[in-house]
């Protein structure tokens, strides 16, 4: 088990920015894929990024270039950037960490954190 804690969620307004932080305490993630998902009230959790462990990203379709998910393995912090947000960007925004290479889908994460509230006004 690998405890993950986001934070940096808020309220912005929309075309701002935020960054959001996953850190673990107590075991490297550096072996991990860590994803990140979100949910909205009402909505099935959404795929938002992935970064391998060797630092390779993908992103949901919806993304289009406004997310950007790094990682500092020496902090054993993942990060996820994102810019021009969207009023359709707000819900809780989640890390996940994985021991498949490249997983896309929730069912392939073994660990989560609690989840950080996104929202974006209008």
């Known amino acids: 088990q690998v405890p993950l804690v986001e934070s940096g969620g808020g309220l912005v307004q929309s075309g701002g920015s935020l960054k959001l932080s996953c850190a673990a305490s107590g075991r490297s993630l550096s072996a991990y894929a860590m994803g990140w998902f979100r949910q909205a009230p009402g909505k099935e959790r959404e795929f938002v990024g992935v970064i391998t462990s060797g630092s390779m990203t993908t992103y949901g379709d919806f993304v289009k270039g406004r997310f950007t998910i790094s990682r500092d393995n020496a902090k054993n912090t993942v990060y996820l950037r994102m810019d021009s947000l969207k009023p359709e960007d707000t819900a809780v925004y989640y890390c996940?960490?994985?021991?498949?290479?490249?997983?896309?889908?929730?069912?392939?994460?073994?660990?989560w954190g609690q989840g950080t509230q996104v929202t974006v006004s209008s």
């Open positions: 996940a960490a994985s021991v498949w290479p490249l997983p896309t889908t929730s069912a392939l994460y073994t660990n």
